[in-house]
């Protein structure tokens, strides 16, 4: 029987150097943190719980130690039974190592999905951003209007008033003015803001 744990540890030291691989190629991938911190085998083939490769081929090393202390032993019930195991954690593996690939591909897609996705709604946001400012510039546009409307009537009104009906619309005037000055201020900030949403 050990030509036979001979050539298991032969296919687990290949399995060990392509999971190393694997798992340093998926430590640089960018889509393997969507996927990260998930045990790769559902719970019951492995009593490992990892997103690596290499405990999982740690694991079946030392149950292949133990099936080879189990022959020895003479315990052939429990070998058989703990080299069935091996074989479907071997398969298992195999299995996912070269499906890792796709897995990750799958990922990459998802990762372009999210990014998108992101995108779509940043776009949205800056489009809404901008909705609103040109709403808002056309109030204010339509508020300047309105202030040199009044400076206007207030001017003519002064011209046909009495001195002291002069004194307190000269004083509406200046306070019009203000208002105007501080209207016109908030039109330029609004057309920067709305200049800087056109280079999204």
Do not use: W
């Amino acid at each position: 029987m050990q030509p036979a744990i001979n050539k298991i540890h032969l296919i687990l030291d290949q399995l060990a150097q392509q999971a190393a691989a694997a798992d340093e190629s998926n430590k640089h991938s960018k889509s393997h943190r969507l996927i990260q911190d998930n045990d790769i085998f559902a719970e019951g083939l492995f009593s490992t719980h990892s997103d690596l490769f290499l405990p999982y081929v740690s694991e079946v090393k030392n149950k292949t130690n133990e099936l080879a202390r189990l022959l020895s032993a003479q315990k052939n019930s429990l070998a058989h039974s703990r080299l069935l195991i091996i074989e479907q954690q071997i398969s298992a593996l195999r299995t996912a190592l070269d499906s890792n690939q796709i897995v990750h591909k799958e990922a990459d897609q998802r990762l372009v999905a999210i990014k998108a996705r992101r995108y779509k709604k940043a776009a949205q946001a800056v489009m809404q951003s901008s909705h609103n400012l040109h709403k808002k510039l056309d109030e204010t546009v339509e508020f300047e209007r309105r202030l040199l409307e009044m400076i206007h009537e207030r001017e003519q009104q002064r011209q046909q008033a009495t001195i002291k009906q002069a004194a307190r619309l000269s004083e509406e005037v200046l306070a019009l003015h203000q208002r105007l000055g501080r209207c016109r201020q908030a039109i330029s900030k609004l057309e920067r803001e709305i200049e800087q949403t056109k280079k999204f």
